[in-house]
């Protein structure tokens, strides 16, 4: 449902979502604007149909991208082990004991904030988070009798890791994925709202929150409507995840 | 063995079933079982027959998906229809549970010696300090050399065999009436077993309990039990008196069960009788004789179900043809012992040779600094073309590390090898594919030698192509798995199989095909029957000969089922710490002189015949496990050693005379002397022992 309005938003949404609506600020929802309008007068309802996109959009790039470096990167450490794997996940234990959104801050700072600064900054966050996960479960893997049977064929080390390896750990993956989703749409979303997101007029769910809140009192609706978007995404996320890994049967540490 | 008509404890018509994805599975059908004070019942039968729902329904307990009916009788009550806290008095009390895996089930942050008070407090309202007495007492009473010191020690500062013995300790410390073990000693070494089994003997004789001994081993219960019942699918196909059944089985399933079992006297020129089939599954059990898809005696009326008849002596059979059987009408004797053909034997030239072969692993402490364990020291080996080279030892020998270096797993620290005269690579990264095609192996665990993702036939192909070094089309690679496939008598349409979808003995022969895909001429076998039921077993052991004679390859065969491997190799080498100890054909080893730990080993070995007693060479447990730096690796545990020689100088390498050499300071003519007297001779050579642990 969220996929549908992040793909379909901008096209069913009543106003774009820099259209200010003459004479049409601060007004209480109503069937015309069923969140109500903001204090420039732009649509709510729009906006968050429009912020849907990013919302969506983002997280599952950078998702995608963390997932398919982090089982690059945890395959290969934990099929090679020794002092690659050392080196390397110390390297990622580093980075993952500075905390996300501190890191994120530092990181947007200093490359700005943009849409390719986020992507970057979660990737660069998850991509270890999921080596890890992908790594351990290669550790069970590596010496089971058909890896080491596949090593007696003489074949080669990206064969035996995404052909032998990879469908092993597919489950353990697919659910990890689907868990990264729901916390970069949290990270994305935190990071707009405090203003190195996505940059103004684009809407996003988080800076909405941040703008609605100086008006709390004259347009409540402003800032609940993106919040409890927010939420119910990352509810409906969450339990996507877990329907997930109840599917694959697949009993991971919760990240 | 007990002379009183009393029974402790019987199971009257005791079903069991599971509900699994909403339905009920049965498990134990309508069995009768009764255990009188002072005896001890062997429960056998394959995995999956619900030998330990049947134990664990008997002192009724039974998981949450569990249904029990029928009834138990114990104490002139029926312990089904007991409320749970009158069973919880009973538990622990009356009767108590040694458990498979001693480690999982001792609480691994307390004492051993508290935990075993506690159950000393729970149930006889001692006070802390009488428990505790009795805990050390207990623990001395199990054979712990330093009972005190034991009690203070945490579970996994235990070896498995003390751990074993600390819960044997917990379980009768409370003096129960019956003991239920578990397949207490599946998971030991074969001569901390021989200890185990010992003392159950011993401690049941002091304290005339009755014992429930579950197990798939019938050497064991040969030597152990008084009297057994055998499990099949859930029911049962036959009970009565060890002695009496072993002599004369009229079970067809029993009759051949006792035929399979490898025993060193069968040689190596012989095939061994084998159960075709495998056992159902709970899913899919013939409405009739649960057996009848598997007997060679099948006939239309096993169709239906037989009824259970009691005969002299307690006897219990379930078969509508045993009265032909006991008249010696229908005659089950396994068929005759083939001989293999004659192009199996070996011949001249050696397939593999090891120089020197060493590998030190670096053990890791976060506190301590790093300690160096020597896995293999300097192993020489040699496997002679179109022959078999057991190589035997207990875990941690170090006979694994061996094998995984020559199939190029590991890399060799220092040493050399070769493979037909070339030498040969070290780690299977360096090797050319025609080395490869020539050096392959069969792993331990069938369940993961497979991988779940792909198709047998996918499996295959992969290894036929990648082992080809001709360009193969994609039909003359089907041809090739078809051929496989037959080659290790499995049927065509397997190829689009799962290996979710096949057996434990199914996969072991998907993973024979694929060390076969090339054209091996070694083929490295880690334990590959030791996952395996007893059924089971000896066909892939015969399989395995088949293939030797076909294809001409020779084996290294890494067992420790010294009958096994006197079924299956010519030339044995034993190993223990990393070491050689002894090496020479089957008939030189299996006799005097040998080295004293091969001596222990074979000792240990429990016969499957009730009539023969050997007598065991008890070893030290191993307790800690550190390395020996000087003199000879086995003088801690040796019972023959002879003094500081010992301790301090390594043994020579002795020629004990037709390449049987045997690395210890007793001279060879002395260890015959020794060996040959009693009372700790061995029985000849019949040594067998059935084994899937």
Same mark, same amino acid.
């Given at each position: 449902?969220?996929?549908?309005?992040?793909?379909?938003?901008?096209?069913?949404?009543?106003?774009?979502?820099?259209?200010?609506?003459?004479?049409?600020?601060?007004?209480?929802?109503?069937?015309?604007?069923?969140?109500?309008?903001?204090?420039?007068?732009?649509?709510?309802?729009?906006?968050?149909?429009?912020?849907?996109?990013?919302?969506?959009?983002?997280?599952?790039?950078?998702?995608?991208?963390?997932?398919?470096?982090?089982?690059?990167?945890?395959?290969?450490?934990?099929?090679?082990?020794?002092?690659?794997?050392?080196?390397?996940?110390?390297?990622?234990?580093?980075?993952?004991?500075?905390?996300?959104?501190?890191?994120?801050?530092?990181?947007?700072?200093?490359?700005?904030?943009?849409?390719?600064?986020?992507?970057?900054?979660?990737?660069?966050?998850?991509?270890?988070?999921?080596?890890?996960?992908?790594?351990?479960?290669?550790?069970?893997?590596?010496?089971?009798?058909?890896?080491?049977?596949?090593?007696?064929?003489?074949?080669?080390?990206?064969?035996?890791?995404?052909?032998?390896?990879?469908?092993?750990?597919?489950?353990?993956?697919?659910?990890?994925?689907?868990?990264?989703?729901?916390?970069?749409?949290?990270?994305?979303?935190?990071?707009?709202?405090?203003?190195?997101?996505?940059?103004?007029?684009?809407?996003?769910?988080?800076?909405?929150?941040?703008?609605?809140?100086?008006?709390?009192?004259?347009?409540?609706?402003?800032?609940?409507?993106?919040?409890?978007?927010?939420?119910?995404?990352?509810?409906?996320?969450?339990?996507?995840?877990?329907?997930?890994?109840?599917?694959?049967?697949?009993?991971?540490?919760?990240? | 063995?007990?002379?009183?008509?009393?029974?402790?404890?019987?199971?009257?018509?005791?079903?069991?079933?599971?509900?699994?994805?909403?339905?009920?599975?049965?498990?134990?059908?309508?069995?009768?079982?009764?255990?009188?004070?002072?005896?001890?019942?062997?429960?056998?039968?394959?995995?999956?027959?619900?030998?330990?729902?049947?134990?664990?329904?008997?002192?009724?307990?039974?998981?949450?998906?569990?249904?029990?009916?029928?009834?138990?009788?114990?104490?002139?009550?029926?312990?089904?229809?007991?409320?749970?806290?009158?069973?919880?008095?009973?538990?622990?009390?009356?009767?108590?549970?040694?458990?498979?895996?001693?480690?999982?089930?001792?609480?691994?942050?307390?004492?051993?010696?508290?935990?075993?008070?506690?159950?000393?407090?729970?149930?006889?309202?001692?006070?802390?300090?009488?428990?505790?007495?009795?805990?050390?007492?207990?623990?001395?009473?199990?054979?712990?050399?330093?009972?005190?010191?034991?009690?203070?020690?945490?579970?996994?500062?235990?070896?498995?065999?003390?751990?074993?013995?600390?819960?044997?300790?917990? #379980?009768? &410390?409370?003096?129960? =009436?019956? !003991? +239920?073990? /578990?397949?207490?000693?599946?998971? $030991?070494? @074969? %001569?901390?077993?021989? #200890?185990? &089994?010992?003392?159950? =003997?011993? !401690? +049941?004789? /002091?304290?005339?309990?009755?014992? $429930?001994? @579950? %197990?798939?081993?019938?050497?064991?219960?040969?030597?152990?039990?008084?009297?057994?019942?055998?499990?099949?699918?859930?029911?049962?196909?036959?009970?009565?008196?060890?002695?009496?059944?072993?002599?004369?089985?009229?079970?067809?399933?029993?009759?051949?069960?006792?035929?399979?079992?490898?025993?060193?006297?069968?040689?190596?020129?012989?095939?061994?009788?084998?159960?075709?089939?495998?056992?159902?599954?709970?899913?899919?059990?013939?409405?009739?004789?649960?057996?009848?898809?598997?007997?060679?005696?099948?006939?239309?009326?096993?169709?239906?179900?037989?009824?259970?008849?009691?005969?002299?002596?307690?006897?219990?059979?379930?078969?509508?043809?045993?009265?032909?059987?006991?008249?010696?009408?229908?005659?089950?004797?396994?068929?005759?012992?083939?001989?293999?053909?004659?192009?199996?034997?070996?011949?001249?030239?050696?397939?593999?040779?090891?120089?020197?072969?060493?590998?030190?692993?670096?053990?890791?402490?976060?506190?301590?600094?790093?300690?160096?364990?020597?896995?293999?020291?300097?192993?020489?080996?040699?496997?002679?073309?179109?022959?078999?080279?057991?190589?035997?030892?207990?875990?941690?020998?170090?006979?694994?590390?061996?094998?995984?270096?020559?199939?190029?797993?590991?890399?060799?620290?220092?040493?050399?090898?070769?493979?037909?005269?070339?030498?040969?690579?070290?780690?299977?990264?360096?090797?050319?594919?025609?080395?490869?095609?020539?050096?392959?192996?069969?792993?331990?665990?069938?369940?993961?030698?497979?991988?779940?993702?792909?198709?047998?036939?996918?499996?295959?192909?992969?290894?036929?192509?990648?082992?080809?070094?001709?360009?193969?089309?994609?039909?003359?690679?089907?041809?090739?798995?078809?051929?496989?496939?037959?080659?290790?008598?499995?049927?065509?349409?397997?190829?689009?199989?799962?290996?979710?979808?096949?057996?434990?003995?199914?996969?072991?022969?998907?993973?024979?095909?694929?060390?076969?895909?090339?054209?091996?001429?070694?083929?490295?076998?880690?334990?590959?029957?030791?996952?395996?039921?007893?059924?089971?077993?000896?066909?892939?052991?015969?399989?395995?000969?088949?293939?030797?004679?076909?294809?001409?390859?020779?084996?290294?065969?890494?067992?420790?089922?010294?009958?096994?491997?006197?079924?299956?190799?010519?030339?044995?080498?034993?190993?223990?710490?990393?070491?050689?100890?002894?090496?020479?054909?089957?008939?030189?080893?299996?006799?005097?002189?040998?080295?004293?730990?091969?001596?222990?080993?074979?000792?240990?070995?429990?016969?499957?015949?009730?009539?023969?007693?050997?007598?065991?060479?008890?070893?030290?447990?191993?307790?800690?496990?550190?390395?020996?730096?000087?003199?000879?690796?086995?003088?801690?545990?040796?019972?023959?050693?002879?003094?500081?020689?010992?301790?301090?100088?390594?043994?020579?390498?002795?020629?004990?005379?037709?390449?049987?050499?045997?690395?210890?300071?007793?001279?060879?003519?002395?260890?015959?002397?020794?060996?040959?007297?009693?009372?700790?001779?061995?029985?000849?050579?019949?040594?067998?022992?059935?084994?899937?642990?």
């Amino acid at each position: 449902m969220f996929v549908l309005i992040a793909i379909f938003g901008s096209t069913i949404a009543p106003y774009r979502y820099d259209a200010l609506i003459r004479g049409a600020a601060r007004l209480p929802p109503s069937v015309e604007y069923p969140f109500g309008t903001d204090r420039l007068g732009r649509d709510v309802y729009s906006r968050i149909l429009w912020g849907a996109r990013d919302i969506v959009g983002l997280p599952a790039l950078t998702t995608a991208l963390a997932v398919t470096f982090g089982a690059a990167i945890g395959l290969y450490i934990g099929y090679r082990g020794g002092w690659v794997d050392e080196v390397v996940s110390r390297i990622m234990d580093s980075l993952l004991a500075i905390p996300a959104l501190i890191l994120a801050l530092v990181m947007l700072g200093t490359l700005g904030a943009s849409q390719t600064g986020i992507v970057i900054v979660i990737v660069v966050l998850y991509t270890p988070i999921v080596a890890r996960v992908v790594r351990s479960a290669v550790l069970s893997l590596r010496s089971t009798g058909y890896i080491e049977a596949a090593k007696l064929r003489g074949e080669s080390t990206p064969y035996i890791l995404f052909r032998e390896l990879l469908p092993g750990v597919l489950p353990a993956l697919i659910v990890e994925g689907a868990l990264r989703f729901s916390y970069a749409i949290f990270l994305t979303a935190s990071l707009g709202f405090l203003g190195l997101g996505v940059q103004p007029p684009s809407p996003d769910w988080g800076r909405m929150v941040n703008e609605a809140r100086d008006s709390y009192a004259q347009t409540p609706w402003a800032l609940w409507a993106p919040a409890a978007s927010i939420a119910l995404l990352i509810i409906g996320v969450n339990l996507l995840s877990d329907g997930l890994r109840r599917t694959l049967r697949y009993e991971g540490t919760l990240g | 063995m007990s002379a009183s008509n009393e029974i402790l404890i019987a199971a009257e018509r005791l079903t069991i079933d599971y509900r699994a994805d909403g339905r009920w599975l049965n498990a134990v059908c309508e069995t009768d079982l009764q255990i009188a004070p002072g005896e001890i019942h062997g429960l056998v039968g394959e995995s999956g027959s619900g030998k330990s729902t049947l134990a664990l329904g008997m002192m009724r307990y039974l998981a949450a998906n569990a249904r029990a009916s029928g009834r138990v009788s114990f104490d002139g009550s029926d312990l089904l229809t007991k409320p749970d806290d009158a069973m919880q008095r009973i538990w622990g009390k009356q009767i108590a549970l040694v458990p498979q895996d001693a480690l999982a089930s001792l609480n691994p942050s307390q004492r051993i010696g508290d935990q075993i008070a506690e159950v000393a407090r729970l149930h006889d309202g001692l006070s802390a300090s009488e428990a505790n007495t009795l805990a050390v007492e207990m623990l001395r009473r199990v054979r712990f050399s330093e009972p005190e010191d034991a009690a203070r020690r945490y579970p996994h500062q235990l070896s498995g065999g003390m751990q074993q013995r600390a819960s044997i300790a917990m #379980a009768l &410390i409370a003096r129960p =009436r019956l !003991l +239920i073990l /578990d397949e207490p000693t599946t998971s $030991l070494d @074969v %001569t901390t077993e021989a #200890a185990i &089994i010992d003392l159950i =003997r011993d !401690l +049941i004789r /002091d304290t005339q309990a009755a014992a $429930l001994f @579950v %197990t798939h081993n019938l050497g064991i219960v040969a030597q152990l039990c008084d009297r057994m019942t055998v499990l099949y699918a859930g029911e049962i196909m036959a009970s009565g008196a060890v002695a009496d059944l072993f002599a004369r089985p009229l079970h067809p399933y029993t009759i051949q069960l006792l035929a399979s079992l490898p025993r060193p006297t069968h040689g190596t020129e012989t095939r061994l009788p084998t159960i075709e089939g495998v056992a159902p599954s709970p899913t899919n059990r013939p409405t009739g004789c649960v057996f009848a898809p598997r007997c060679p005696a099948a006939i239309a009326i096993c169709g239906t179900k037989p009824p259970v008849e009691a005969l002299d002596g307690g006897r219990l059979i379930k078969c509508h043809r045993w009265r032909e059987i006991a008249a010696g009408t229908l005659t089950l004797e396994a068929p005759p012992i083939q001989p293999i053909r004659a192009n199996d034997a070996p011949t001249a030239g050696y397939t593999l040779t090891t120089r020197d072969l060493r590998k030190t692993f670096a053990r890791r402490g976060m506190f301590q600094r790093r300690a160096r364990l020597v896995a293999v020291d300097d192993v020489s080996l040699q496997v002679r073309a179109r022959s078999t080279l057991g190589l035997v030892g207990e875990s941690g020998s170090g006979k694994t590390t061996a094998a995984r270096l020559i199939a190029g797993l590991e890399m060799a620290d220092a040493g050399t090898m070769e493979l037909l005269d070339v030498p040969l690579a070290n780690g299977a990264r360096a090797r050319p594919v025609e080395t490869l095609q020539r050096l392959q192996m069969i792993f331990q665990n069938p369940n993961d030698s497979l991988n779940p993702y792909r198709s047998v036939g996918a499996t295959l192909q992969r290894a036929i192509y990648r082992l080809s070094t001709a360009k193969l089309s994609s039909a003359e690679i089907n041809a090739r798995v078809m051929m496989l496939l037959e080659s290790v008598r499995l049927p065509a349409n397997y190829a689009d199989r799962y290996p979710s979808e096949l057996s434990g003995g199914e996969k072991q022969r998907v993973a024979i095909a694929r060390a076969f895909a090339a054209d091996p001429a070694l083929v490295v076998a880690d334990e590959p029957t030791s996952a395996l039921d007893a059924s089971v077993q000896s066909a892939v052991l015969n399989l395995l000969k088949d293939l030797r004679a076909e294809r001409g390859v020779s084996y290294l065969f890494i067992s420790h089922d010294l009958n096994a491997v006197a079924y299956l190799a010519d030339w044995i080498a034993v190993m223990y710490r990393g070491e050689i100890v002894e090496e020479g054909d089957v008939e030189q080893v299996y006799n005097p002189p040998s080295h004293p730990y091969t001596e222990a080993l074979l000792s240990a070995i429990p016969n499957p015949d009730p009539t023969i007693k050997t007598h065991r060479i008890l070893l030290n447990d191993d307790a800690n496990g550190a390395q020996v730096i000087t003199g000879c690796p086995f003088h801690p545990r040796c019972p023959r050693k002879i003094g500081a020689i010992c301790e301090h100088e390594a043994p020579p390498y002795r020629d004990a005379g037709a390449g049987h050499f045997i690395r210890c300071h007793i001279p060879v003519d002395e260890l015959t002397v020794l060996q040959t007297s009693a009372p700790t001779m061995r029985t000849g050579q019949a040594l067998p022992r059935p084994e899937t642990p």
